[in-house]
């Protein structure tokens, strides 16, 4: 089974009539969100409706994770199509898929976000205010997930985006390295520092949890 990249590469690739591997003709997958960013950029209202549910919640959710808060996350998501509004009509069918462009323009929204308000993330440190206070509690989900929330808003926001990108908007890494202007090497490198600052933390964040547990 292809993965979206792979996909996506052979869409860029081909030519008008299709690949044709060992001798098997393979004809390019079309966009599926072409005839409706063909009928906004007509001016079509409806069309530009479907389009922001088939999107609107993949757009928040890059959002939420990379700004840490919904209702900037929101507003990201809102910038994000009254652009489209404004440029469908000068998209290329055959070029990025139209999803990806969506995802590089929020992507920049966001990391534009970030670095006028200072929020750039940094070094993440194993130890926070409240660890101690919270060994008195189970680890139920809510609070893994929060402490997965608060790592992940420490990170350094390059390695914060890959991260989001290719974990929970489910992009490859050709097209998350395509969003963010890198090489698929360089991509993979943030993918693995980044992986390995948040295992760090979040396993010492629960030993210490454990470790609160057991003496009290």
């Not at 390995?196 to 964040?205: F, N, Q």
């Amino acid at each position: 089974m292809h993965k979206r990249g792979e996909q996506f590469s052979l869409e860029h690739l081909a030519p008008p009539g299709g690949l044709s591997i060992l001798g098997v003709g393979f004809k390019a997958m079309r966009d599926p969100d072409e005839e409706l960013v063909r009928r906004v950029g007509a001016g079509d209202k409806r069309a530009a409706a479907e389009l922001v549910r088939r999107h609107l919640s993949r757009m928040v959710g890059l959002g939420r994770r990379m700004l840490g808060d919904h209702a900037e996350a929101e507003d990201v998501a809102q910038e994000v199509f009254l652009r489209v509004w404004k440029h469908a009509s000068a998209w290329q069918p055959g070029q990025a898929k139209f999803e990806t462009w969506m995802h590089r323009v929020a992507m920049n929204l966001c990391l534009d976000r970030l670095r006028r308000s200072g929020r750039q993330g940094g070094e993440v440190s194993p130890e926070t205010p409240d660890v101690r206070a919270s060994a008195t509690r189970a680890l139920d989900d809510r609070q893994r997930r929060e402490r997965v929330r608060d790592a992940l808003q420490a990170l350094p926001e390059r390695q914060r985006a890959a991260l989001v990108l290719c974990y929970y908007q489910d992009r490859s890494n050709i097209e998350a390295a395509e969003i963010l202007g890198v090489s698929v090497d360089a991509l993979e490198s943030l993918l693995s520092r980044a992986r390995r600052t948040l295992k760090s933390v979040l396993s010492a964040e629960r030993a210490d949890l454990l470790s609160g547990l057991e003496t009290g």
